[in-house]
């Protein structure tokens, strides 16, 4: 939601198979990074894109909307931070996809990764095998920068914004209108202002009330 100067160009990369092989997606919390990343892995194993977006009615998707699906590797690195976890991955990339075409691994937090953790895996971002894709999704990019300059020179970077308050009524009005339910519309705004601009914080206050 409200991140069209990302999701225009993503579409575009699945609908051309041009998909990088890493990405950084930065942002402040509750923007939508790891929700795009879930929705860019879903798209490039769908096995019947619509426009660029995963079909959510192929095998795959369904495979992926049930937690099913063995090829999405997400890990936090807030607890998977150290060198011993960037080893194993390093170790199992090579290993063709077990139910789709990519490979992907999804890494939350990574700012948090150590430097020899990054370093760990620089090889693999330098030589990737053709089947594996990176996400990298952060709060904290100048942390990356510190500790990993290398990293980013091979990620294709999207730089995500705080949503505007009429996009998170709008999203807002949508999951009442899908619950059968209403609320007026200065309570939707209120619940925006509170939301500071994150989704995922809209969503639990509208919950709440």
Request: include cysteine.
């Given at each position: 939601?409200?991140?069209?100067?990302?999701?225009?160009?993503?579409?575009?990369?699945?609908?051309?198979?041009?998909?990088?092989?890493?990405?950084?997606?930065?942002?402040?919390r509750g923007s939508g990074k790891t929700t795009t990343a879930r929705i860019l892995?879903?798209?490039?194993?769908?096995?019947?894109?619509?426009?660029?977006?995963?079909?959510?009615?192929?095998?795959?998707?369904?495979?992926?909307?049930?937690?099913?699906?063995?090829?999405?590797?997400?890990?936090?690195?807030?607890?998977?931070?150290?060198?011993?976890?960037?080893?194993?991955?390093?170790?199992?990339?090579?290993?063709?996809?077990?139910?789709?075409?990519?490979?992907?691994?999804?890494?939350?937090?990574?700012?948090?990764?150590?430097?020899?953790?990054?370093?760990?895996?620089?090889?693999?971002?330098?030589?990737?095998?053709?089947?594996?894709?990176?996400?990298?999704?952060?709060?904290?990019p100048q942390k990356i920068q510190q500790s990993a300059a290398p990293i980013l020179?091979?990620?294709?970077?999207?730089?995500?914004?705080?949503?505007?308050?009429?996009?998170?009524?709008?999203?807002?009005?949508?999951?009442?209108?899908?619950?059968?339910?209403?609320?007026?519309?200065?309570?939707?705004?209120?619940i925006a202002r509170k939301a500071d601009g994150g989704m995922r914080d809209a969503?639990?206050?509208?919950?709440?009330?």
């Amino acid at each position: 939601v409200g991140q069209d100067h990302v999701t225009t160009t993503l579409r575009q990369s699945t609908m051309q198979n041009r998909v990088s092989h890493s990405y950084l997606f930065c942002g402040p919390r509750g923007s939508g990074k790891t929700t795009t990343a879930r929705i860019l892995a879903k798209a490039v194993n769908c096995l019947d894109l619509q426009d660029g977006d995963p079909c959510n009615a192929c095998a795959i998707c369904q495979s992926i909307n049930e937690g099913r699906f063995m090829d999405i590797i997400e890990l936090d690195a807030a607890s998977n931070r150290g060198i011993d976890h960037m080893r194993d991955i390093r170790e199992k990339v090579n290993f063709s996809p077990v139910q789709g075409s990519r490979k992907i691994y999804i890494i939350d937090e990574a700012h948090m990764l150590t430097t020899e953790a990054f370093n760990a895996l620089l090889k693999t971002l330098e030589e990737p095998p053709s089947h594996v894709k990176f996400i990298f999704a952060t709060t904290e990019p100048q942390k990356i920068q510190q500790s990993a300059a290398p990293i980013l020179s091979r990620c294709q970077r999207f730089d995500f914004r705080r949503i505007g308050s009429a996009d998170i009524v709008s999203r807002l009005g949508s999951v009442l209108e899908q619950e059968g339910s209403a609320a007026p519309a200065d309570a939707l705004r209120l619940i925006a202002r509170k939301a500071d601009g994150g989704m995922r914080d809209a969503l639990p206050l509208l919950d709440q009330v």
